[in-house]
């Protein structure tokens, strides 16, 4: 796994490098000189009293860092920290040339202070600054920093003294604080990481301490906090002990003490720094936390054995050697990085309560503890060990519960938030065995008295739920909205529900009923209820002029079961089938959809090899609602016709299971071409059909792999699971796509940045985005599917692959992660070379749009040696992708576009199309210039790459204006059926769609201040 920094952080893990070995430096001279001075003059016994008046200053201290994180920002917070120290350092050095003893007192307190801001501020910055994924990796790099001030320093400590005094060392703290605050001035300077900026108060993210109690995961890290205090302080205690019984002269325990950091902070640079981030990412954040807590009980257990004083010496010298040493370099990144799943304020407040309250609290607990056990019980070093022992097994169990809560805080992360409101709305069934909640149902017909007519056709479906007697004295109250779609919908449910009693308000609607789609309802819904002669009553209308009542009458009287009912409306449709007026044929195929019976499929048979579009286009809404399987290899054909496509799918979906074995020949008929096979995909994946996961196993093996992400899109969604031999075929398909996905990002290394090569940087992309996609598909079908989709959803997000690092097992991680992450790739061939690689393919590599992409660059210097040729492919893909509704969408998308694009070449002076003319098409200028203009007024001039008539492919309302060559030009036109296809097949279409319409409002509004 490359664990390499990133190019994009060299800068950054410079600079906290450096500030971690500032700090470092101001840590190891503080300490020695606060522990060498304090034992001198107080003894190691009193040590427990500094951890008590440490509690008592610390939670003070973290208490006012709080307060002021509350009104400077975060840059400014962690400058002002550093300044404290300095002038705090610097009153501690001049309070030491005085002759009493409580300035030593004082100083070891005010080293418990530098320990904790030194630690706000820096690791406090870098959680800021990188997220959980470069955490693991850089973390550890980051704080070897203050190992090698550590060797540095702890080795010149004896050199040091030769020369100054004890108390002199604070110099060198000095001058590292002053270090610090230059290095975090350049931090705060540089560009995208925003220090400075007042921070966002969502309370969402903001909590307060009694919030932060109520976080499970906040409460575990700071229980580990707190024990690993506890512990330590034990290890401290018991080390001075006997390092001063084996040193009692100042100048001998400060040169030791310096020597020990030197020789400690070498071991950490050894075993940590880089080898951090390998350990933490091969084997996880659990080992990593682990290491110290489990090197202490093994300590503390040898402690307990009979031992020689120097051999006893080694060991406890050992044991706080592993404290300096483990600590920094697994432990506190590993604890670090367990903290970057929550927000970054609520991670702000964790650590500062944790360090700043719990922390201190709990060394004061421990303080108080070891006073009693060494100064009152006068305990031997073995019952001190014992103690340590307990601590150190609850430490490890703690660990254990955080490391195992820690998948649970990363899915949160992932979740997104949702608009709680539709959450109040009940769905109909939901209350389907408590018909008589009488207050649910008053609170419903209250809410009839919406102005909105969705929000009233939705509550009426709700109120059946409740109270059938209640729901028909709504339905007649409501034939008479004032809304044309309520009145309809009415009608459909009184024709549903044969309601009866409705029968003389429907015949007073057939009468007096202005909107004529409402009125052909009613006549329809007449002829369903019966009551007198419904034949004679509704067969008039048969012959009516308008269409719609015609409509109504056939469908009524086909549906009523009356057989000369039948009869009558049967003839009539019988001679609107074979009308030579496509009208009249489109009218027979919607009553035939109407009526909805299988057994009238052969003239929808008839109507669905219609040559007029319009009516096939009304076929095959009727061969969705009677789901004939007689219908499904004509309605398959109509795939092939680009504006009947769509509509082809949705009746293919409608069909359900009965259309998979038709599917499945069209799908595996020979030499079918992609294209058909993809769109088959997409219509087996909306299907139902308990046979339908085995059916899309089957087909992994094809050869496009557009084809295979529809297929494993469909398991992904119907959550299969993948067991025995089938799981082993995924592990198979899984190093496959693998190792697509590596030859996509290794030529994609070659590609990026050469200037003429921006369509096959996007084709290469594409193709990898495309394969990563699968690989997590894959894993869903392999692992849990509700994890996995919701890394799916947020793969830009660091917590998505932290989730993955805590579910996959290390050799899929080894495969997966570089292409997952995007890590740097080994060095390729050179620009040349790669070209010259896809463009031959021996080995079928490269899928062909890839191909097509990279011949169009080889070629490119022989393009202007045609005549005036049709355009390819990949040029119409280039025209789309200047037009902002398409400039984000995939180029593979813009293939379906491109293909049904139609060239429309105008001679100067000719008029393309008039104002007020309906319109269902745009228009993409190629070359050449059209003015906008209404009569003799002209509104605009477009040239080449500029669009016109967009707004119609939204809705077909007339033209609002002329449009006329003023040279020779050639135009791309896309009709609206091509769009809508899109929009239904793919998400990229319709989120441009939706900024094209946002940036337009955006625009307007703006003209419209500035008219003002």
Known sequence: MDLAVRPQERRLVALLLAHSMCLGIVRVSSETVANALFIQRYGAAALPLTFILAALSNPLVGLAYAKMGTRLSFGRLQSLSLWVLLIGTVLCRTLLWLPARWPTLLLIVFYQTIYLLTGLEFWGLC???????????????????????????????????????????????????????????????????????????????????????????????????????????????????????????????????????????????????????????????????????????????????????????????????????????????????????????????????????????????????????????????????????????????????????????????????????????PSPGRYQKNYHDSSTAKALESALSSPHPGVIIYLLKLLREFSTSSWIAWLRKYMHHSAPEVRHHVLGLIDDYRIDSALQAVREMVETEPDLAVRGAAVRTLASLGGGDPVEEVSTFLQHDQPLLRLGAMVGLLKCGELEGIIVAGEQLTRLIQSPDPQERCLAARALGEVGNPGLYRPVLRLLQDPDPQVSAQALKAAALLRSPRLWPQVLDNLRRPHLRGLAAKALKAGGETVMTDLDACFSRPQQSPQMRLRLARIAGGIDHPSLSDWLLSQLNDSHPEVRHQLLCALSRRKFQARGAVAAQMHQRLQHEASQAAIMLAALGDVRGQPEATMLESALTYQLQLRRDDILLLLSLLYDPEVLQRVRSNLGRAAALEVLDVVLPRTLKTLLFPLLEGGPTRPGPGWAQRLQQIVDDPNQQYPGWVRACALQVWNRTQSAERDNPMLTTIEKVMVLKRVSLFAETPDEVLIEAADALEEVDLAAGRNLFEAGELGHRMYIIVFGQVKVHLEDTVLNLLGPGEIFGEMSLLDSEPRTASVTAVEPCRLLQLSQDTLYELMSDHTEVMRGIIRFLTSSLRARLLDSDRSR
């Open 127 to 425: 959680s800021r600054i990188f997220d959980v994924r470069q955490a693991k990796r850089l973390f550890g790099l980051i704080g070897s920093g203050e190992l090698a001030a550590q060797i540095l320093l702890g080795l010149s400590i004896p050199l040091l003294l030769r020369w100054c005094s004890t108390p002199d060392l604070l110099l060198v703290s000095i001058a590292g604080l002053v270090g610090c605050l230059v290095l975090l001035a350049a931090v705060r300077a540089t560009p995208l990481i925003p220090l400075d900026q007042p921070e966002d108060n969502d309370e969402s993210d903001t909590l307060s301490f009694k919030g932060l109690l109520k976080d499970r995961y906040v409460v575990m890290l700071w229980a580990v906090a707190a024990f690993y205090t506890v512990c330590s302080y034990f290890v401290f205690q018991i080390f001075y002990d006997v390092a001063s019984l084996r040193y009692p002269d100042e100048s001998q325990l400060a040169s030791f003490l310096g020597l020990y950091q030197a020789l400690s902070g070498c071991l950490a640079l050894l075993t940590g720094g880089f080898a951090t981030s390998f350990v933490l990412e091969r084997f996880g954040l659990t080992v990593g936390l682990l290491c110290f807590p489990l090197g202490v009980v093994l300590a503390a257990a040898l402690i307990l054995m009979p031992w020689s004083t120097l051999l006893l010496f080694i060991i406890i010298v050992v044991m706080k050697v592993l404290d300096d040493t483990v600590f920094d370099t697994l432990y506190r990144p590993a604890f670090q990085t367990l903290r970057q799943p929550l927000s970054a304020d609520m991670r702000v407040d964790a650590q500062t309560v944790g360090e700043g309250l719990v922390e201190p609290i709990f060394g004061g607990l421990t303080g108080l503890l070891l006073l009693g056990l060494t100064q009152w019980l006068n305990v031997s070093l073995a019952t001190q060990a014992a103690v340590l022992l307990v601590f150190a097994l609850i430490w490890v169990a703690s660990c254990v519960l955080l490391s195992r809560d820690y998948r649970r805080v990363l899915l949160q992360s992932l979740s997104q938030r949702v608009l709680p409101a539709l959450s109040k709305v």
